[in-house]
């Protein structure tokens, strides 16, 4: 019963608060202009702590696991090799320096052929040069024997001038006997010629010649020029 007095009254109160609005609103009412006011809405901001990342890993490949006797093995047979590559090295460079030692024995040994080659060329040369003015002396001593003889066997005609020239060649043999004359040049007078030939043929054999070296002989008398001249007899 309390309670339903209770709400009565609430009702009547309610009624009566809603009456009063009405009749203040009817009586002085004025349009009130409402204000919005737009509050921001702050957002919350937090550093967001990123998670480090995580390195890549490489997958490397896994070495195989070397047997330590297989492994002195390769050492030894790489130590082998370098040691066949030593030697043989050292053999090329021995090689190298016995060749070179030959070439310069042959080249040396060459020198020496020469030197000596031309030390005997000069030698013969000389040698030659000495036997040759030898062989000039002594066959000029014949020379002017040969000269002498025929001077003391010609008799100059009374028709020779002082120009005149007659030249012979007297052919002889070993034994140094005239076996020939021929008039080589002519002095243009017969009676000088025919003088000439004559006292070749007078001389019949230079004797001295036998003495001669055959080689000499040979050389240089098998056949002997004369000029003969009013002024002198020349050979």
Do not use: C
């Not at 052929?113 to 030659?128: H, N, Q, S």
């Not at 036997?131 to 001593?141: K, L, P, T, V, Y």
């Amino acid at each position: 019963m309390g309670n339903f007095l209770s709400y009565a009254a609430a009702v009547l109160v309610s009624i009566a608060v809603h009456v009063l609005v009405v009749g203040a609103l009817l009586v002085n009412w004025q349009p009130t202009t409402e204000r919005i006011v737009m509050q921001p809405q702050f957002i919350e901001a937090k550093l967001v702590e990123l998670a480090p990342k995580k390195k890549r890993q490489i997958d490397r490949p896994v070495k195989p696991k070397i047997d330590p006797a297989r492994k002195k093995r390769e050492a030894d047979q790489r130590r082998a090799v370098q040691k066949q590559k030593a030697a043989a090295l050292k053999r090329q460079q021995e090689q190298a320096l016995k060749a070179e030692a030959l070439e310069k024995k042959q080249a040396a040994e060459a020198e020496r052929k020469r030197i000596a080659t031309e030390f005997a060329k000069t030698l013969a040369e000389e040698e030659a040069q000495i036997n040759a003015q030898e062989d000039d002396r002594i066959a000029n001593s014949y020379r002017q024997v040969i000269q002498q003889r025929l001077s003391e066997n010609w008799s100059r005609p009374p028709s020779a001038r002082r120009d005149m020239e007659t030249v012979i060649r007297m052919q002889l043999v070993p034994t140094g006997r005239v076996v020939g004359v021929t008039v080589l040049l002519s002095s243009g007078d017969i009676a000088f010629d025919r003088s000439v030939e004559q006292a070749a043929f007078k001389a019949e054999q230079f004797f001295e010649l036998q003495q001669m070296a055959p080689e000499m002989f040979e050389r240089r008398f098998r056949e002997v020029d004369v000029a003969f001249s009013p002024r002198d007899l020349r050979l």
